[in-house]
T-cell receptor, first 110, second 114 residues
Framework: KQEVTQIPAALSVPEGENLVLNCSFTDSAIYNLQWFRQDPGKGLTSLLLIQSSQREQTSGRLNASLDKSSGRSTLYIAASQPGDSATYLCAVSSGYALNFGKGTSLLVTP | AAGVIQSPRHLIKEKRETATLKCYPIPRHDTVYWYQQGPGQDPQFLISFYEKMQSDKGSIPDRFSAQQFSDYHSELNMSSLELGDSALYFC?????????????FGPGTRLTVT
């Protein structure tokens, strides 16, 4: 069974800092990997999707990388803002269903 | 652009009652997925349908059943509700013909069992 781990579980940074969220998975035979944002009690907003054949994807201040062989992905957030405060979830597809990590809770302080 | 629609958005039921959650996928999407997210937990995959046939099965209790209809909408039926069924239920849809097969999530149905 695919196990997805996210480190750290929680992170607090001052506004303007660049930060990295980590995701690791146990089975490298993945189809794709998605990063989501979730505000408290709200739905899942897809941020980036990386196909298994890709190394990275970028969207605005976000950059996600994928190293399938080592079972790792990182989400890089540049110039963080208080509005970035949320829980960030990594999800891996090994077939069709997504396996989620437990998320990193991010707080960006003004 | 059209998104995944879920109804109702909120539902309150008592123990041992039944509940039906509905999901309307993005037009032309052929696959629907259901996920359950308990308080403070990550979403857990329940079940999926492709072209109206069950595709994959996850940790769905025997008390739950689901189906996908001819118009591709899906319903999750939950019987003999328990307090532990209180959760956020997400539906997602995708089109397997797309190379990326990205899953798009609905806003969720918050089920509270009292």
């Amino acid at each position: 069974k695919q196990e997805v781990t996210q480190i750290p579980a929680a992170l607090s940074v001052p506004e303007g800092e660049n930060l990295v969220l980590n995701c690791s998975f146990t089975d490298s035979a993945i189809y794709n990997l998605q990063w989501f944002r979730q505000d408290p009690g709200k739905g899942l907003t897809s941020l980036l999707l990386i196909q298994s054949s890709q190394r990275e994807q970028t969207s605005g201040r976000l950059n996600a990388s994928l190293d399938k062989s080592s079972g790792r992905s990182t989400l890089y957030i540049a110039a963080s803002q208080p509005g970035d405060s949320a829980t960030y979830l990594c999800a891996v597809s090994s077939g069709y269903a997504l396996n989620f990590g437990k998320g990193t809770s991010l707080l960006v302080t003004p | 652009a059209a998104g995944v629609i879920q109804s109702p958005r909120h539902l309150i039921k008592e123990k041992r009652e039944t509940a039906t959650l509905k999901c309307y996928p993005i037009p032309r999407h052929d696959t629907v997925y259901w996920y359950q997210q308990g308080p403070g937990q990550d979403p857990q995959f329940l079940i999926s349908f492709y072209e109206k046939m069950q595709s994959d099965k996850g940790s769905i209790p025997d008390r739950f059943s689901a189906q996908q209809f001819s118009d591709y909408h899906s319903e999750l039926n939950m019987s003999s509700l328990e307090l532990g069924d209180s959760a956020l239920y997400f539906c997602a849809s995708s089109f397997r013909g797309d190379r990326e097969d990205e899953q798009y999530f609905g806003p969720g149905t918050r089920l509270t069992v009292t």
